[in-house]
């Protein structure tokens, strides 16, 4: 159980306003940034349990504000499938693992993500690779997620490869994101680790979460989303390179 001393709620809170910040601007980033930044002043563990609830909100409002959830269910029920089977099987890992282990887990999955993200170039998946592609990639995130609650890789790089419309692709990412949200949920709970405590805390957590994408969508409209963007993966490298360290130490 946490020690919900006032700096930690105060640090908590921060977090959140600033990953919603980051999510009202890019679209993207909250339970990443959130995890990343978590991850440092408490156990990985306790900081997933914090996300749930805010990433479950936010997400399922960037899920239903799209033109295509139909189609884009119907086209990514296999995937989403897998992501759910291999969240709650890889939710062991997270919920079992020393601390030193997920840390240093979360470390590089921030660093693959962000690495990816600034070098690599745009990938294209042909229509007719999706149906093994799809439970695959989804297995693989599923892993990532149980390991370390980071919910992007490889899901991310994979949906943007599918050549989606722009409002397509948000609402993708908002259906992947849910579905990972929810078999998080379920694999701590299933494993006995998820404590009540955190989940008032996690309620808690949607006000600076809400309040930071709201200044997100406003500041968005008068800076760069292509900058700010790069920015955000060149901290989120730094921040996964002292986790990893930390964590080889």
Same mark, same amino acid.
Request: with cysteine; charged share 5%.
């Given at each position: 159980?946490?020690?919900?001393?006032?700096?930690?709620?105060?640090?908590?809170?921060?977090?959140?306003?600033? #990953?919603?910040?980051?999510?009202?601007?890019?679209?993207?980033?909250?339970?990443?940034?959130?995890?990343?930044?978590?991850?440092?002043?408490?156990?990985?563990? #306790?900081?997933?349990?914090?996300?749930?609830?805010?990433? =479950?909100?936010?997400?399922?409002? %960037?899920?239903?504000?799209?033109?295509?959830?139909?189609?884009?269910?119907? /086209?990514?029920?296999?995937?989403?499938?897998?992501?759910?089977?291999?969240t709650?099987?890889?939710?062991?890992?997270?919920a079992? @693992?020393?601390?030193?282990?997920?840390?240093?887990?979360?470390?590089?999955?921030?660093?693959?993500?962000? #690495?990816?993200?600034? =070098?690599?170039? %745009?990938?294209?998946?042909?229509?007719? /690779?999706?149906?093994?592609?799809?439970?695959?990639v989804?297995?693989?995130? @599923?892993?990532?997620?149980?390991?370390?609650?980071?919910?992007?890789?490889?899901?991310v790089?994979?949906?943007?490869?599918?050549?989606?419309?722009r409002?397509?692709?948000? !609402?993708?990412?908002?259906?992947?994101?849910?579905?990972?949200?929810?078999?998080?949920?379920?694999?701590?709970? *299933? !494993? @006995?680790?998820?404590?009540?405590?955190?989940?008032?805390?996690?309620v808690?957590?949607?006000?600076?979460?809400?309040?930071?994408?709201w200044?997100? !969508?406003?500041?968005?409209?008068?800076?760069?989303?292509?900058?700010?963007?790069r *920015?955000?993966?060149?901290?989120?490298?730094?921040?996964?390179?002292?986790?990893?360290?930390?964590?080889?130490?």
């Open positions: 159980m946490l020690d919900f001393s006032s700096s930690l709620v105060i640090a908590v809170a921060a977090t959140f306003f600033a #990953a919603g910040v980051v999510k009202g601007i890019t679209g993207m980033g909250l339970p990443t940034l959130a995890m990343g930044v978590l991850g440092v002043l408490i156990s990985p563990l #306790a900081a997933a349990s914090l996300l749930i609830v805010p990433s =479950f909100v936010t997400n399922i409002w %960037q899920l239903l504000a799209g033109p295509s959830f139909g189609a884009l269910a119907l /086209r990514l029920w296999p995937m989403m499938l897998a992501i759910a089977v291999g709650v099987g890889g939710s062991s890992v997270l079992g @693992g020393g601390a030193m282990l997920t840390t240093g887990a979360l470390g590089a999955a921030l660093i693959l993500y962000a #690495a990816f993200t600034l =070098f690599a170039r %745009q990938l294209r998946v042909p229509t007719n /690779r999706e149906p093994w592609l799809s439970p695959a989804g297995t693989a995130t @599923g892993i990532v997620t149980g390991a370390t609650g980071v919910f992007v890789m490889p899901a790089p994979y949906l943007q490869a599918l050549g989606l419309e409002d397509e692709l948000v !609402q993708a990412l908002g259906l992947s994101f849910t579905v990972s949200t929810v078999a998080l949920t379920a694999g701590l709970i *299933w !494993q @006995g680790v998820f404590e009540v405590d955190h989940l008032f805390a996690s808690l957590a949607i006000a600076p979460a809400l309040a930071g994408m200044v997100g !969508q406003i500041i968005r409209s008068r800076v760069s989303p292509s900058a700010f963007r *920015w955000f993966l060149i901290c989120l490298l730094a921040l996964g390179a002292k986790m990893l360290a930390d964590a080889m130490i």
